[in-house]
């Protein structure tokens, strides 16, 4: 099958997705690491809908399988990553989209990080309880 193939990749905090979108005949469907996004995030309805936001968002209506390869971090780092993988993938299938995406903020890559752990700290901006005496 000589179909041809979108990529998109996405990063959120220490979590990766690589996305492939294939054309298909019949209704389109999102894999992730193999399973569906029901069985990926079980009953956590609020990371499926950020991971698919920029499908609603363009009003996707084409008929693509986007199958995600995601790695790295948790849930909320992974589902930002799929969103932002996403974004890219459609961008690339559909120029006339990048207004709407771009003003969603889907197709910026969210910089923030987790602050590093400070010598003489207990975490990374908490400290010691301070004695008097």
Sequence with gaps: MNAVCYM??????K???RVRVLECSGDSKVTVNDKTLD???GGLERFKKLA???LFVSNFKKSYNFFVNV???GLSGQSGAISHSLARA???LDETSKVVLK????LTRDSRMVERK???RPKARKRFQFSKR
């Design 52 to 54: 698919l936001k920029p």
């Design 15 to 17: 979590a990766v997705a």
């Design 39 to 41: 069985e990926y995030f």
């Design 118 to 120: 400070k010598p003489g």
């Design 90 to 92: 459609i961008l690339t």
């Design 8 to 13: 998109g990749v996405g990063r959120r905090k």
């Design 103 to 106: 003003k969603e903020g889907l």
């Design 71 to 73: 790695n790295g971090g």
